[in-house]
């Protein structure tokens, strides 16, 4: 993982770079500065999956970014949450051929350089696909078991925070 994760950081480091960036800036205002939610997120996804932190601490620094702020970066929806944020529609339809999901990606356009799609196989898991901003570790998706992914932003009272596993690391 933490070569891997290094490897995409090197290719990656513009993206990656924008995508933190863009973060810190979007999430000043509700969260200050990310390194503390990054300290929470490291001690709950070390616990359970080590070797998903120790990735993104590999892109972090192959992109020579702070991997605390990634950590936080990884932990966005959780992290802006507290504040009215609309963003991408899914819809599902369940056919005689099959299921069919479609999605949208209309959240900032400021992101769009940020956008990359990975293809990977970890070792003793299916391969899966996955379309997300660079530096986080997956978003939308789908993987060879016919498992697919898509995420909005519907919210309920008891989001927020990071006491638990990010979504976009689960």
Known sequence: PVDRGRGFGRAHAGAV???V????????ETAGD???HGARVAAVVGARWPELLDELEGIAAGARQDPLELLAVNARTELLSPIAVTECSAIGR???DGVTLAQNWDWHPD???ARVVVTTSPP???WFVTMTEAGMLAKVGLNERGVACTL???TCSVDGG???VPIHML
């Open 94 to 96: 369940l056919g005689r």
């Open 17 to 19: 770079a924008t995508t």
């Open 162 to 164: 990071v006491e638990g």
């Open 21 to 28: 960036e863009f973060y810190r800036r979007l999430l000043w």
């Open 34 to 36: 990310l390194a503390p």
């Open 152 to 154: 909005n932003f519907l």
């Open 124 to 126: 003793g898991h299916p």
């Open 111 to 113: 992101l769009a350089r």
